[in-house]
């Protein structure tokens, strides 16, 4: 259930005694769970094998990265 990079297992996450639950991407910490969505969120990863734990894991954080993602160099684009 990854591609060929394995971005799924790049994802990480840490149940707190006070019924948080923290995602991490790389090790750095992109959204935090509280209330009813930490609660379900523990549920449905108790019961997935690793696969499904990327999965769910990827899922929960939504989509963090969408348009601060520039990877290029400056100088490799031509600007007009």
Known sequence: MTNAANHLYNFSY???KSGKVLLYWKDKPV?????????????????ANEDEA???????TG????GN???SQPESRERK
């Open 14 to 16: 840490q149940a707190t």
């Open 31 to 47: 959204k935090i769970l509280t209330g009813e969505e930490a609660a379900q969120f523990k549920e449905r990863i108790e019961s």
């Open 54 to 60: 990327g999965l769910i894991t990827a899922r929960a």
């Open 69 to 71: 993602e520039r990877h």
């Open 63 to 66: 989509n963090f990265k969408r």
